[in-house]
């Protein structure tokens, strides 16, 4: 008997794992199926339902008073339906919220699959101005507005490293004045160069440690930031600068959010690296051929002095540099030394016949030993000139000696034809760049007059042919209005000129006083522009050397100029300050602020930026920008005052 308990037992307990996974398969699947898979057991279902229920009605009815079995039937009725009803909609309810909650899901993923989708076309965006800036301030601009694109971030800034480690505001995006004020006092006096560049959090709340808050706490909570988070910029695997992003929330940036600024920061170091091998690899030949292309006005004299040098290291008597020509598909030889009469002679011939072999078999051609013949040379060479993939011709080399030229020279051949190939292509680019640097000064001219003078001169004559027919009207006092018109017209015209000649000539007419010569600028700016123009110097007499004196000048001057021109403002500050062997000069207006980047494509050709900053790195000093949308622009040069003994 207890053999046959524990046998029911067992088979109980697989009958009902058995309906729990048969349950579970049909879970499983989606609701339409799960529907077309009970149709075909309802009619059995139902029947056998139909069939147990009026079993136990019969059982029930068969002990109670026939008055009474309608109520009974009622009640069995309604609690067997109720009970059917309730099982099948909470079935359906369920299937309706596990649907609702994939629903939900779905809709959430696909909007953060949107989101995801938007900054990475921001980012592209972004990378694809970051990798066609030509200069490295417009890149630190771009750099400085992507965290607030990307990372909904409130404010950021970008930090750089000297060749001293010390770190330098270069940008702030979004921050106040009075931020910015603690924050470069900060950099100034507190001891955090070796902190944030060893740094490795790289995130920080603003109830940290982190240099970049101590002190600057209740500057940041008046401003909405909660914390920061720091995108280091790597260059040759050195830690080069940052760009601090900030964020009003104390958790900072989302995961998604860091790695997206950190693609930035990648794109960033890229672009800069790129900028630096451009800048490097021509001026590094051109420094070299430089001397030698001084002393040589043309091109061929040049070659012609490159040639000399190669025979006498190879201590040869006849040689020459043959260049083809893909256009003409000719040859000519712009260096020959050997005879008086290349043209003509045997030797001009046989360099001529092995530097188109050379040059077809795109290797060195090397004769050890040639046959007599007129030339009566006995050993020859020609390799091919080879920069950058392409083949301008050949170098061409012969001896009188036997064995003078062997095959265990090919290599050495082979890079002196390619370091004459370098001066070559140095040579063509030296030309280029002072053909170029010509041109660039006559387009800007061009330029500034187009825009500027022969608008307002073709603007002008029609002014004038106006006033001519309102004074033959004897309408004066509408020609008056038209002069006077006409007059500021003149003024602005003049000041236009002025500056684009004092782009070429500065003059300064009071050397070395600087306080004087800035507060003279300013009265005349404020003059000639109706802008209210405020200068401060401290000390009032402040005297700095020539040389700085006219660099700090040309940085006033291009500042008010992109005042004037841009910021479509009503005021303007300008202050100019001695302390702690540091001149500071700041250019404050209360216009528009830069645009964002999706706005302009070229703002540091449109704003000098540049310019100035190259001119306070030419004097060991730095540059700051300050800005923001509506926030107006402050422009805050830092030089260093020269010690003395």
Known sequence: MLTLALDKRKWYTFRMLRFDELWEQLRSVPLYMQLRRLRWMLFPGVMALASIHQL???????????????????????????????????????????????????????????????QLLTLHTLGRKISAAKTEYEIITLAAQAPLHLAEAKASTILTFNDEKKLNLDMAWGLSEPYI???????ENGNLDTRCHNCTGLEASITSDCPLFSDLQPVAQSEGIGALSCIPIIQNSQRTGIIAAYFPQTQGPTENQRRVLSLLADMVSTSLKKLELQAD?????????????????????????????????WNAQVGGIYLFDEVTQTWHCPAYIGDDLPSSSPHYELGLKLAQQSYKLNRPVIHERLPQAPHRLRSAAATPLIVDGQSLGALFLASSHRYAITSYHSDLITTFAHQIALALRSAEHYLQLSQTAVLQERLR?????HDGLAQTLGYLNMQSERILNLVSSKENEAALREISHQSEIILSAYTDVREAIDGLRFNIEKPGQLANRLSTYSSEFSRQTGLHVKFEASPEDLVASPDIALQILRIAQEALTNVRKHAQAKNVQISISDSDDFLTLCVDDDGRGFPTEDKTNNIYQSHGLTSMRERAEELGGTLTIATGPKQGSRITASIPQPKTL
């Open 56 to 118: 136990a009605l019969y059982a029930l009815l068969r002990p109670v008073p026939t008055q009474w079995q309608w109520l009974l039937e009622l009640l069995l009725y309604s609690a067997t339906g109720s009970f059917a009803a309730w099982i099948g909609v909470s079935w359906i309810a369920d299937a309706i919220e596990e649907r609702d909650s994939s629903t939900q899901q779905l809709n959430s993923a696909f909007s953060q699959l949107e989101d995801q989708n938007q």
């Open 181 to 187: 004020q603690a924050l470069r006092a900060r950099l």
């Open 445 to 449: 001219l061009s330029r500034e007059f």
């Open 281 to 313: 690899t021509p001026n590094t030949s051109l420094d070299i051929m430089a001397p030698i292309f001084q002393k040589s006005p043309t091109t061929d004299q040049f070659i012609e002095r490159v040639l000399r040098i190669t025979l006498q290291g």
